[in-house]
């Protein structure tokens, strides 16, 4: 069992989550309830993830962070740092090709919010920013614990790009999912089928986990 | 009217407005019009939900909205019953009412939302969810929020409440309730308040003066007696549902003047604001159609008798709908009569009739191509 393949992806899948969440709430509200020009090709723009192959995904990824591009240039002029082949590039990879995930339950979330609740706030005086704790975030709260879970699980599980774009360091970019293929390559059969298992448990208990609790969401608003 | 609500509306798109209102503190206006009307619309630029191209929204000596001010819903003191109440489903009634009290300290929240509830006669739910109340509940929650956001805590006059179609979605038992209940609450509330219906029953129950909207314009502003049984025109006239349209023309002897119509001589019961030679058009209300005896013999003192054949009769609840066409004109006219006078008088299709029109009940209005 590789312990601090473990911690890094845990590490990796709670910064994404944290990272992701704030930033998807923000992009749901509009893609949501407004209408704009070039709405449904930002929309398919957020959703290629979902459907790319993570090794193409993971190549342009390595080149847009790569020392030779303006962002990876200027992280390490600014850290010291790369973002290739570290941490901080697995994590900025893992919040791009996770964005569909953190952000379709959430927009779904807010389409079900009808305006007129949030027309009621505003009538009792409720600020724009009020009104999305009060209303809008308790509301749309099943859709953001499908993001949560979703995208934690989720990042756990990557391999593609994760192998891409951060290499395989001990305890810097192994991942879970890439330690399991090490074991393979080695023939550890053992190895592999621990971690193997363990990652299952994991996943099946977060979106058992997640179950219920949107179940007992529904009962609260029924 | 330095306290009441005043707006005019204009704008061409996307909804037409040309509209111009005005309530006073206390008084109970009600915005009615068939669906379409834009009566929705008005109300929702009075709570600053939507934004008009022009015009102009005062309340309580506070301008809302004029060229280049628009005070955004937050800032406006707007109660607002919205037509499906648009209850909070996460939160208890309770917390629904202290929405509308967020400024205040927890506690006082509390206790001030628990007040209103109890006004509306809540007692006892103050913990369910709106999912765990009727429709009626519902709607008495959706209306003390309303209260609570429109009158501040000292009882002092301030904003504005607005009920877009609140009885709409109720049955008939408890709409009736609920309507007889805001008749009597209101009396207390000491702001404007503002009613959107497409019920003219409604409205003569509740209003205090009515606004008459089409296409967004407003048509006619009185009491709402004063407008359905005067109304200014003869579009008007069947806007208000008066199907007893007919045409005619004022003549007049020695301050004695009447209606020409059909060759005959119609009595009127005040002098017309036509001079001799207008030609009008005219209604009559149902109620002003009175059926007279069937051993009925002519006397000078009869008002306006005519002779007509039944048409059809339709029984509605105690009443009975006629339909009659007139003998000499074979033009329709409709009224409605208790169920045990058209028993008696063996209304049927077919039967021969004498009514009379009233001459009091005689409105004249100006003449118009089309009659609406």
Known sequence: ?222 | MAEGLSATLRQSAPVKLDCSLACAAGELLALVGPSGSGKTTVLRCIAGLQRPAQGRIACGGEVWFERGLFMPAQRRRVGMVFQEYSLLPHLSAEDNVALALWHLPRLEQRRSARQWLARAHLEGLEQRRPGQLSGGQQQRVALARALARAIRGDGQASGVLLLDEPFAALDQATRRKLQQELAKLRRELPIPIVLVTHDLDEARLLADRMVLLHHGQSLQQGAPEEVLSRPADARIARLVGHTNLFEGEVIGEAGQAALLWQGRRLKLGQAPRYRPGTRVRWLVAPEGVLLLRRDWQPRESDENPLAAVVEDAISLGAFTQVGLRLEDSALPLSFSLPNHVARRHEIAPGAAVRVSLLADAIHLMPWSESGG
């Open chain 1, 1 to 222: 069992m590789d312990w601090s393949a473990l911690g890094l992806s845990l590490k990796l899948a709670a910064w994404t989550t944290l990272l992701l969440l704030p930033l998807a709430v923000l992009l749901a509200r509009p893609l949501a309830w407004s209408r704009f020009a070039g709405k449904g090709l930002l929309e398919a723009l957020v959703a290629l993830p979902l459907v790319l192959p993570p090794t193409v995904l993971g190549f342009y990824l390595l080149y847009a962070l790569g020392g030779n591009s303006w962002l990876g240039h200027g992280y390490a002029a600014l850290t010291g740092r790369t973002l290739v082949f570290s941490f901080d590039g697995l994590l900025v990879a893992s919040l791009i090709f996770n964005l569909p995930f953190a952000l379709q339950p959430i927009q779904r979330g807010f389409d079900a919010i009808p305006r007129a609740a949030r027309e009621a706030a505003w009538t009792c005086g409720l600020s724009p920013w009020r009104t999305l704790w009060r209303v809008e975030l308790p509301l749309a709260w099943p859709g953001l614990l499908s993001a949560i879970v979703l995208t934690f699980a989720h990042t756990l599980g990557e391999f593609g790009v994760v192998l891409m774009v951060g290499g395989n360091i001990s305890s810097e970019t192994r991942t879970v999912a890439i330690a399991i293929y090490d074991r393979v390559q080695a023939l550890d059969q053992e190895g592999a089928a621990s971690m193997s298992a363990l990652l299952v448990a994991i996943s099946f208990a977060a979106i058992a986990s997640l179950n219920l609790l949107t179940r007992r969401i529904g009962r609260r608003d029924g």
